[in-house]
């Protein structure tokens, strides 16, 4: 792996990991480079030197004059043509891009590609988010939470926008601005099995309030609570008025998820809602740790830096809200290639390595987290006998009047089964419009409680 020079000295750093003892901030003159040389998120500022990625110019999207969110979002790239598409013939030119999950993907599927469009740098934050980052940058550090490290210090904005090591990575994407609240309403999320048959296994509403970006809180007020959500099930109809509330806190002892089951009419709390357990409204499929490519608390494993270097990754996926029918993204094996759209970026490059004593049914897996938004956009995941088993993608969309990257759909490809899943799609009915703004969510309406007004029949 060719690892970027600049950044050399940061990954000596982070030979160095996770259970570090309260890691220092970095100092006032670092910081200083959040308005010099790296955005204020912490990617670098500069293109590369063959001009494919190009300079950040603030991160923009030009929408059609007169866009509201509530309506479907339109692609800004569609005039676009490919650069080049990369099939199995061609993989080995550009393979020092590719993770080896996508190496699987072309060597297993004779018709499987990657269409590479012209690069755009399009994530974007709110200003007092990016103020926010500048003061976490000198005063957010690692301190030792009951099971691993926590953030401590930091509020509003990505916690170490300058890390030394894969565990401040991790945090980064795990208290990324995702607005301070949302809704998502026609959310689908489909399963295809091996022989390539589709399966709608959930469809429903989301509501996410994020307290971390509460801009009447404070890095002193923060109690550990980042991400509310509640999630509420409408179809199928095998599937129909369940629902799961979460809150999730930075220190996962402290993290509580319940589900309410139409057939007992009953809210259960569940009793380990992280690493890989399986998560209720995915049907079972997903693992809590694999929603959005990474979730939930990192204290499963020990977290290294492998360094940051140019790949080939999905971004701007506006081609994923088009059709009007899901189906449409879905070949029999694998997403349809027409649309799903591929850009160089720089990415921070995280192995993750199951501690000793814990179990995982992938103790080890590799994350590529963008350095603009700081998403995590694909992973690798291992099995028990080393076998290469998964590989993750999340695609993310720049939601302009929202000054805000989030993931749209995410999912993962099985490589030893040939199965696979992907959601949420928000194509169906023609009327969908995807993630919303939000202004009336408050912090009771995640609560156990509250899901059994909403679902009670």
Do not use: C
């Amino acid at each position: 792996m060719k690892l970027n020079s600049l950044f050399l000295s940061a990954v000596l750093a982070a030979s160095v990991s996770a259970g570090l003892p309260a890691v220092a901030a970095v100092s006032e003159q670092e910081a200083q480079q959040l308005k010099s040389t790296l955005t204020p998120l912490g990617g670098e500022r500069a293109g590369n030197k063959d001009g494919t990625i190009p300079a950040w110019n603030g991160g923009e999207v030009k929408l059609p004059s007169g866009f509201t969110s509530a309506q479907r979002r339109p692609d800004p790239f569609a005039a676009e043509k490919p650069l080049y598409s990369i099939s199995a013939k061609t993989m080995a030119q550009y393979a020092d891009a590719l993770t080896d999950g996508q190496k699987a993907m072309l060597q297993r599927y004779p018709n499987y590609r990657m269409d590479v469009y012209p690069t755009h740098r399009t994530a974007v934050a709110p200003q007092w988010v990016y103020d926010n980052t500048l003061r976490n940058a000198t005063r957010a550090k690692l301190v030792d939470g009951a099971n691993y490290p926590i953030p401590s210090g930091a509020y509003g904005g990505p916690p170490f926008p300058i890390p030394k090591s894969g565990l401040e990575v991790m945090w980064n994407h795990l208290l990324r601005y995702q607005g301070t609240q949302t809704r998502t309403i026609n959310g689908q999320t489909w399963m295809v099995t091996a022989d390539g048959k589709k399966v709608m296994v959930v469809k429903g509403e989301q509501d996410i309030l994020m307290p971390y970006y509460d801009p009447n809180g404070s890095a002193e007020k923060f109690d550990g609570v980042f991400w509310l959500t509640r999630v509420m099930n409408d179809g199928p109809p095998i599937r129909a008025g369940e629902a799961l509330v979460g809150r999730l806190h930075v220190d996962d002892a402290k993290t509580n998820t319940w589900v309410y089951l139409t057939g007992q009419r009953r809210v259960r709390k569940l009793p380990n809602p992280n690493g890989d357990t399986p998560l209720p409204t995915s049907a079972g499929l997903l693992s809590f740790d694999e929603v959005s490519v990474f979730a939930g608390g990192p204290g499963l494993f020990d977290w290294t830096l492998v360094g940051k270097k140019e790949m080939l990754i999905p971004y701007n996926a506006y081609k994923m809200l088009q059709p009007d029918n899901p189906e449409a993204l879905m070949t029999g094996a694998f997403l349809n290639p027409d649309h799903v759209r591929w850009e160089r970026h720089r990415v921070w490059v995280v192995e993750a390595s199951l501690k000793s004593g814990k179990r995982h049914t992938s103790p080890r897996s590799r994350y590529y987290v963008d350095e603009d938004s700081w998403l995590a956009v694909l992973a690798d995941r291992w099995d028990a006998n080393g076998q290469l088993w998964k590989t993750l993608y999340g695609m993310p969309v720049t939601y302009a009047e929202m000054s805000m990257t989030e993931i749209v759909t995410f999912g993962f490809y099985d490589l030893l089964s040939g199965a696979w899943y992907a959601g949420p799609f928000m194509n169906a009915p023609a009327s969908a419009i995807g993630v919303t703004p939000s202004t009336d969510l408050k912090d009771s309406d995640f609560t156990p409680d509250a899901m059994v007004g909403n679902q009670l029949r």
